[in-house]
């Protein structure tokens, strides 16, 4: 072989090795930011195994015995006031029902704002994204007034019913809409004599299965784990949803332990696992088309 072949295959080796390096780097790194994210939910699971006493000693990520204990104590507690079941159900008829009129009715907005040109849209549009920049806090003292003056405080109407206004899922839906929709099929379906609430939902929602389960999996999480709204409108126990409950476990009204708040926070994020794995195989699709454009 020629010096200048050597060289060329030399040059060969060492991109490749270059691109090895690179490839073990990038896959260390992304264990390294898996395992990071995994640990909270691992300590908070082995504090469930751990007695009070020993959660307030000492360290470790190491499981214990104390686990069955702390269920027996957090449904003793529950017994006093409210079945713990009465709590999850609580929750899962907000989370559902909230979750069903977010997904929903978002998509129907980013629809009409995509696929129908108006005189106004544009506003309608800016409207929705300024609407995106105000905070809940802000407006939460008016809207307590407000359902104070029409009688629905200890109700759940005023914490489903407003899961229609999601400005960010509609923002998320119209991105995705304009990469995944082709709007010939739209102009196709009306040609045939399709209504437009039929060519919505037959043939829009459908396209937007990816975005829909990605947004449901959000909406859900984000129902759940609200303590703010229901802790503003909510007075009865009976009505409380289970972030509340685990929030009343550190009051003075229970004595605090810590295995019973850590096995209440267990329960707590099981239905948000079960919910994320059952649609996790649509989210990164989901993200990615949703952030692609024309």
């Known amino acids: 072989m020629s010096k200048k072949e050597v060289d060329i295959e030399k040059k060969g080796e060492q991109a490749q090795?270059?691109?090895?390096?690179?490839?073990?780097?990038?896959?260390?790194?992304?264990?390294?930011?898996?395992?990071?994210?995994?640990i909270p939910f691992w300590i908070m699971i082995v504090n469930a195994t751990r007695s009070n006493v020993d959660i307030q000693s000492k360290f470790t990520l190491l499981p214990s015995t104390y686990f069955f204990s702390n269920v027996n104590k957090l449904l003793v507690q529950c017994n006093k006031t409210v079945p713990l079941w009465r709590y999850m159900i609580n929750s899962l008829v907000i989370s559902g029902f909230s979750t069903i009129l977010t997904v929903y009715f978002s998509t129907m907005t980013a629809y009409?704002?995509?696929?129908?040109?108006?005189?106004?849209?544009?506003?309608?549009?800016?409207?929705?994204?300024?609407?995106?920049?105000?905070?809940?806090?802000?407006?939460?003292?008016?809207?307590?007034?407000?359902?104070?003056?029409?009688?629905?405080?200890?109700?759940?109407?005023?914490?489903?019913?407003?899961a229609i206004a999601a400005p960010s899922t509609v923002f998320f839906m119209k991105q995705y809409m304009q990469s995944a929709l082709p709007l010939e099929i739209i102009d196709a379906a009306?040609?045939?004599?399709?209504?437009?609430?039929?060519?919505?939902?037959?043939?829009?929602?459908?396209?937007?299965?990816?975005?829909?389960?990605?947004?449901?999996?959000?909406?859900?999480?984000?129902?759940?784990?609200?303590?703010?709204?229901?802790?503003?409108?909510?007075?009865a126990s009976s009505k409380y949803t289970l972030p509340m409950f685990v929030q009343l476990l550190r009051g003075e009204r229970f004595r605090t332990d810590y295995g019973i708040i850590y096995v209440g926070l267990v329960i707590t994020i099981m239905p948000i696992f079960i919910v994320y794995f059952a649609l996790s195989k649509y989210i990164i699709a989901g993200v990615a088309l949703g952030g692609v454009k024309e």
């Open 190 to 235: 009306r040609i045939d004599g399709s209504s437009e609430f039929n060519t919505f939902n037959r043939i829009a929602m459908p396209l937007m299965k990816p975005a829909v389960a990605t947004q449901a999996i959000f909406g859900f999480i984000l129902s759940w784990n609200n303590l703010f709204t229901p802790s503003l409108l909510l007075s």
């Open 17 to 38: 090795l270059s691109i090895l390096i690179q490839k073990i780097l990038r896959n260390a790194i992304c264990i390294f930011l898996c395992v990071l994210s995994l």
């Open 112 to 162: 009409g704002v995509s696929v129908y040109k108006f005189k106004g849209s544009k506003f309608a549009w800016t409207f929705i994204l300024a609407i995106m920049m105000i905070p809940m806090q802000v407006t939460a003292i008016g809207f307590y007034k407000f359902m104070l003056q029409i009688h629905l405080t200890n109700n759940y109407i005023p914490l489903i019913i407003p």
